[in-house]
Each structure stands twice: as structure tokens, then as C-alpha cells.
């Protein structure tokens, strides 16, 4: 829930520009093929993934078994120094099912796909699958890193991907590199349906600390109808005489509009890859939620003899300045001054069992979500300054 909340207000990530260097003679474009492993010794090998150092060494891995998914396969890594006449070494085993539990502390049954890559200050990248229970829709990911050119790795660091039990990632493809760091590797779901998902990724300064998060892309328009199906279902469903969906409105009654268009722009944007809350909007948002809900719980609950709820029945100074807030909105164009409209437009209609313009506005669970939003927002920025200052202590005079 947490990782979900913290990447409402991210900006989208953009690419690194590649610029290759013009060749330095006028000869033909020149292709060559060869074995890295004449005589593997193996039933199947599978999924390989190439990438170049910065000295032009190349580095390969792949997995492979006596079958695909079988226990017995491990993740294979060889190299290749820079140089027309040199060879491939003898393939390593870097990762199996055993160093795999060993390193991630839990059960691993099998191994599978994985990528290598290298960043800008050439350290190699290797994201593989593990798999617990099951096939590959029981699959999960996994990252190690190697400062020294692939000799020596760091402990395997489980990539928490999907709220549920975290299986059904896989990878096949080499990333993209990002602007200011990291990168966007094309990863995909397996599971009751099959999607494609990004997976951005990258290493704080100074520490090797693997943060990252994921993006289904456009076109997971099944989960969306999915979900929809879903809730029709929940809105039917009997349980003691009563609709599922009004046991759950009797937890809370009215889920304001700000909530609902949190969470309709979040659903919207994984099913077709536009974002209608922007980052100002997000925070505009939070900032107003937390405020809202500060104002109005504590005293509603008896802390002080002053209930700011009596001011929402009937036309009052809550009346007043939200138009006001919703005004200043509109002209600095911010969009959740727009879902501010929408609750005056859905208060006026009475769309919300409530007749309380505060119910239209928040809800228990838009401040705390506004809460959390801020905290990770106030994190991220403290962080971010520790970082800048710690690198301009390291940096000589």
C-alpha cells in the first residue's frame, strides 16, 4: 500500500539521448556470429542478455537446466575482453536455486530469465526470476549488482512488485537508460491475464540501496474491466440479507468525491497511460485533505466544544472559501481545481447519501491517504538534501 501511495506524485520518467560517435573510416557495417559455449552440457538454455562494459569488454548471462523451469537450472555468466582475437571465458554459474534462498532468505524452487546490464559508472546489473510455488505465474524478481566487472556480486535484493504475495513478474529484455540515473527495463504480468509493465530502477548515491517502482503500461485495459466486473459483483453479492456493498458502506458511508477522483485518475492512468492528476495536482490535493481532515475530525469527535461539521448543513463561511480556494485554483491552472467543482457540482446534486458538504470533500481515508502522501513527499525531499549535501562535503576544494 505504501509503495502505491508514494508514486502518485513522482514526475514520469524521461530517457538518456544516445548520441554514437561517427565512424572514424568510411568501411561497410560488419556483423559476426559465435558460440560463447561450444559444449554447454545442457538439455536447453534460454533468455540470453548481452551488454558492454566501458573498456568494451562484453559481459552475457542466460539460464539454463535440463529443461525449461526445471530445478536443476542456474544463471550462466561469461566474458569477453575487448579485442578482435579474444575469447569468450568458460561460462560460471553466479546464481542457482540454493544461493538464491540462501541470499533472499526464503524458499526458491527454481530458477529462470534474467538481464545483465551495465550503468555509468560501470557496475553490471543482473535482474533474474525466482519462482517459489508453481510456474512462472508464481514468478518473481530479484536484483544483484557488481562493482568489479562481474567477479564478486552483491547479496540478492527482492524487487517487491505486486500487492499480491508478489508473484507473476517476469523480465526478458535489456532496460532503457534514464535521465539523471537509473533505468526503465520492459518487464510483463502472467498471471490471469498477461500484461506489459515498466520497471524503473536505480541506486541511491553514495549507497547500495536498490529503489524502484513499476508501471503497467497502456493496454492494461483487462485489469480496468476486471476491477469494474469486480465491483458489480461486490454491489450484488448477499451476505446476511444485506449486498456486500452495503456492509462496506456501513465501515464509512460516504467516500468523498476528492477520494474517488484520486482514485479514478490512479486507475485511468495504468489503463491507458494518461494522467489526469498531474504532480501539483497531487499535492494540491494532499495538502488540502490533511488540512481538511485536521480542521474537521478532532473537534467532530469531542475535542473541543466547536463542531466545524454544523457548518456544512447550510450555507456558512466553508461555503465562502471554498469558492475562493476553488477559484485561486482554476486561475493558477491546477487541476484539482476541477475536482473541487466536481464536489460543489455533486453536492448540489446530492449525489452522496450525506446532504454535508464536508462529506463531499474528504473522508477518513482521503486524509490519511493525504497524510501518507505528504509524509513520503517530506522524506524523499529530506533525503534528497542529505544526498546533495553529503556530495558537496566529498567534493575537493
Known amino acids: 500500500m505504501w509503495r502505491w501511495l508514494s508514486t502518485l506524485d513522482q514526475e514520469p520518467v524521461t530517457f538518456a539521448v544516445y548520441s554514437p560517435s561517427a565512424p572514424a573510416d568510411n568501411d561497410p557495417p560488419h556483423m559476426a556470429g ?3 559455449s561450444h559444449d554447454p552440457g545442457l538439455g536447453m538454455v534460454h533468455v540470453g542478455s548481452i551488454c558492454e562494459m566501458a573498456d568494451g569488454s562484453l559481459v552475457a548471462c542466460w539460464y ?3 529443461r525449461e523451469g526445471a530445478r536443476d537450472a542456474v544463471i550462466y555468466l561469461a566474458m569477453r575482453a575487448s579485442g578482435e582475437a579474444m575469447s569468450w571465458s568458460k561460462p560460471r554459474v553466479i546464481v542457482d536455486r540454493q544461493s538464491a534462498s540462501r541470499e533472499l532468505h526464503r524458499f526458491v524452487k527454481k530458477v529462470g530469465n534474467s538481464v545483465i546490464f551495465a550503468d555509468s559508472e560501470d557496475r553490471l546489473w543482473l535482474i533474474y526470476v ?7 505465474s ?3 524478481l530479484n536484483a544483484k549488482i557488481s562493482h568489479d566487472g562481474g567477479t564478486t556480486w552483491t547479496a540478492s535484493q527482492r524487487l517487491t512488485l505486486s500487492p499480491f504475495l508478489n508473484v507473476s513478474e517476469l523480465v526478458r529484455n535489456n532496460p532503457l537508460p534514464l535521465r539523471g540515473g537509473g533505468f526503465l527495463i520492459p518487464i510483463y504480468h502472467e498471471c490471469l491475464g498477461k500484461f506489459p509493465e515498466t520497471l524503473w530502477i536505480r541506486t541511491g548515491q553514495g549507497d547500495q540501496r536498490i529503489t524502484f517502482r513499476k508501471i503497467r503500461m497502456a493496454g492494461g485495459w483487462r485489469t480496468t474491466l476486471g476491477l469494474g466486473f469486480l465491483s458489480a459483483l461486490i454491489g450484488v453479492i448477499p451476505l446476511g440479507g444485506l449486498p456486500l456493498a452495503r456492509w462496506l458502506i456501513s465501515i464509512n458511508a460516504n467516500f468523498s468525491i476528492s477520494l474517488t477522483a484520486l482514485v479514478f485518475g490512479k486507475v485511468w492512468e495504468n489503463a491507458s497511460g494518461i494522467r489526469l492528476l498531474d504532480r501539483k495536482a497531487i499535492l494540491s490535493s494532499s495538502i488540502f485533505g490533511l488540512t481538511a481532515g485536521l480542521a474537521l475530525y478532532p473537534m467532530a469527535l469531542g475535542l473541543g466544544s466547536l463542531d466545524p461539521y454544523e457548518f456544512g448543513w447550510s450555507f456558512s463561511w466553508l461555503f465562502v472559501l471554498l469558492m475562493v480556494i476553488t477559484a485561486i485554483l482554476l486561475f493558477t491552472k491546477n487541476r484539482f481545481g476541477i475536482v473541487l467543482v466536481a464536489c460543489i457540482l455533486g453536492y448540489d446534486l446530492q449525489l452522496l447519501e450525506s446532504p454535508n458538504l464536508w462529506d463531499y470533500l474528504v473522508d477518513p481515508f482521503f486524509a490519511l491517504i493525504s497524510g501518507v502522501i505528504l509524509g513520503g513527499w517530506l522524506i524523499r525531499g529530506a533525503r534528497s538534501m542529505r544526498s546533495h549535501g553529503h556530495s558537496e562535503c ?4
Open 130 to 136: 525466482t519462482i517459489t510455488v508453481g510456474g512462472w
Open 64 to 66: 539454463g537446466g535440463t
Open 138 to 140: 508464481g514468478s518473481s
Open 394 to 397: 566529498r567534493t575537493p576544494s
Open 34 to 36: 559465435e558460440f560463447i
